[in-house]
């Protein structure tokens, strides 16, 4: 058949899943898809529509849910909504009815219009293939339990009627290829099983804070015992890489000493020794190759550049020397004795 003989139709998507199904017994997930096929049923008898006419209606089961198909409906121009919200209405009054858990369910609904090609499947049924009905099941996955979200197709025909004004509110994502995709979830206030809460895809991502690795602890911790000495130094700005690198190899030997192991390029003995004053240990590396110095330092401070909030803001040049009364805080909550160990005061 050639491409431009496929026939074609104005099609309305209705997909939807059960929520969190594969977690459920196999016995249980059958009796809950008896219970979905009993509500659908009812649901199209109610809005005239048979199942047995693929000319206007085609159900295509999914396992774990279905695709409701309606075919060249174009009135009323709400159908497709009509029979998500009846659905939901229905499946609300089984759970509310189901005394044990097993039978509740909750589903998540992606509705979409577009002229779509009618096709023959493998076993000779009609089917649906094309952007639409792929798209409704894009805009699914989008939803939480409860949750209606419709395509911009649906969006444009509907948002300026009086009966959906002010119910769509509007995300924007992208789909497994990066394309970007418009979602609209449906919010109408006192429909029964609606889920009108923003779907968890679209809020605010909260990122737990990372913990200080027990180097930088131990770096945060003598820098706060030599300020005063590291201030002093630091005003000739070519002494602040060197002072960085005499702080971070002092604070291996800590760890070192610990008997903990972190992923660093390499290891340093503190020179002099681990007991020289800082004034010394800066002098000693002054003598080193300040290239190899001050390359080291840019990979630390990149390493180091998530926790930069909690050191100071400073005009020397790679800052990471000074911690805040925050940066203190993290140290002794996440590193307790860390402080006491360097003799080092939180102020």
């Known amino acids: ?56 209606c085609l159900v295509l089961p999914t396992g774990d849910g279905m ?4 075919v060249n409906q174009h009135e009323p121009i709400d159908l497709h909504i009509q029979l998500a919200k009846r659905i939901l209405a ?28 009618l096709v023959t499947d493998i076993a000779g049924r009609p089917n649906i293939a094309g952007g639409g ?22 969006y444009e025909v509907l948002h300026q009627r009086k009966a959906y004004a002010d119910a769509f509110k509007k995300f924007s994502t992208t789909d497994k290829n990066g394309v970007g995709l418009e979602v609209y979830q449906l919010i109408q206030q006192g429909l029964p099983g609606l889920n009108i809460e923003v779907p968890s895809q679209f809020r605010p991502k909260t990122v737990a804070p990372k913990k200080l690795p027990r180097h930088l602890a131990y770096h945060a911790a003598l820098c706060q015992k030599h300020r005063a000495s590291i201030r002093q130094m630091v005003k000739n700005v070519f002494n602040d890489d060197v002072v960085f ?12 000493k610990e008997g903990e192991t972190e992923s660093y390029p390499h290891h340093y003995q503190t020179k002099p020794s681990f007991e020289s004053p800082l004034e010394e240990i800066v002098a000693y590396y002054k003598k080193v190759d300040s290239f190899v110095i001050r390359e080291f330092d840019i990979h630390l401070r990149e390493r180091w550049w998530d926790f930069r909030d909690y050191f100071e803001a400073s005009q020397i040049q790679f800052g990471f020397l000074f911690p805040t009364s925050e940066g203190l805080q993290k140290v002794e909550q996440e590193h307790p004795g860390v402080l006491s160990k360097v003799g080092a005061v939180a102020k």
């Open 245 to 256: 690198f005499s702080i971070w190899v002092l604070a291996s030997d800590y760890v070192s």
């Open 67 to 70: 695709c409701i198909c309606l």
């Open 133 to 154: 009905i792929n798209q409704a099941q894009r805009l699914m996955v989008s939803a939480d339990h409860g949750q209606i979200m419709l395509g911009r197709a649906v």
């Open 90 to 117: 229905k499946l609300h009054e089984h759970n509310e009815g189901s005394r044990g858990t097993e039978l509740k369910f909750a589903l998540r609904i992606g509705v979409n219009s577009n002229v779509d090609n």
């Open 1 to 56: 058949m050639s491409q431009e003989s496929v026939p074609t139709a104005d099609v309305k998507s209705v997909f939807f899943d059960i929520a969190s199904f594969t977690q459920r017994t196999v016995e249980a997930q059958t009796e809950v898809i008896g219970v979905l096929n009993g509500i659908v049923k009812g649901c199209l008898a109610e809005i005239s529509l048979p199942i047995e006419d693929p000319g206007k």
